[in-house]
């Protein structure tokens, strides 16, 4: 089994930053992919980013630019930089782990961007 639990999530203003955390454990093999995901209420679930664990990255086609994944193999924890943060950044952050063609989710944590 695999647990993944995030942390970082909050409340802030427009323009501020956030660092989101996702800490894998369990039973995890040395090659997955990491990720962040986001649902916004009344909206489905989006990517953000992902990296494997050979550090390849892909961005969604509109975050490239404001956020940075990053990872950490050793502590198998993925990292989310969020800058410049905008209302309509608000949503449940979601980290997914995908190893042997399965997916592993996260509870997910609460980001609120105010104007």
């Known amino acids: 089994q695999v647990q993944l639990v995030e942390s970082g999530g909050g409340k802030v203003q427009a323009g501020g930053s956030l660092r989101l955390s996702c800490a894998a454990s369990?039973?995890?093999?040395?090659?997955?992919?990491m990720g962040w995901y986001r649902q916004a209420p009344g909206k489905q679930r989006d990517l953000v980013a992902t990296i494997r664990s050979d550090y390849r990255i892909t961005y969604a086609d509109s975050m490239s630019g404001r956020f940075t994944i990053s990872r950490d193999n050793a502590k198998n924890t993925v990292f989310l930089q969020m800058n410049s943060l905008k209302p309509e950044d608000t949503a449940v952050y979601y980290c997914?782990?995908?190893?042997?063609?399965?997916?592993?989710w996260g509870q997910g944590t609460q980001v609120t961007v105010s104007s």
């Open positions: 369990g039973s995890i093999f040395s090659s997955n992919t």
């Open positions: 997914k782990l995908r190893q042997l063609q399965l997916d592993y």
